[in-house]
């Protein structure tokens, strides 16, 4: 029975893992931001959410998007591919949009979300992470079986 080397497609690389190297790393982050996200959004909603709904939901929804981009971007699949790709626009979109407000507009913003001031209270990495993960899924498409 030959062997087939590392190079070749065989049974060892179709186990191979889709997320590796620095996709790894991105996921990793996305889930610290969920869990991050989710924490605070949590804490606010329970103990303060009548001080500031608009920012405390805006922390939830924030929590919700990074879950489900941390599923998406593990996940195998053209399906799976497109709702990270969803996810994570939206993700963008999000901190651009409320970012922007939260400087023109403060008022709007009692209290601070994830995505405030472009996420300073998360060093700013909501900013960058949808670039970073947009970058990694143009080099990742899904492979299409034939």
Known sequence: MPSTSASEP??????????????????VIYAILALG?????????????????????????????YIVATVALVARGAVWYRVAWVTIS????GVLVVGTLS??????FAHASVWSYYGVGYLFIP???????MLWLS????????
């Open 139 to 146: 080099k990742n498409r899904p492979v299409v079986a034939r």
């Open 127 to 133: 900013l960058v992470l949808p670039v970073l993960g």
């Open 103 to 108: 400087v023109v507009a403060p008022e709007l």
């Open 10 to 27: 065989g049974p060892a690389s179709a186990r191979r893992p889709r997320i590796a190297g620095i996709g790894r790393v991105l996921v």
């Open 90 to 93: 939206f993700e963008m979109l």
């Open 37 to 65: 996200a989710f924490g605070r959004s949590l804490v606010q909603i329970l103990q303060q959410f009548d001080e500031a709904p608009l920012a405390y939901t805006l922390s939830a929804v924030s929590a919700a998007v």
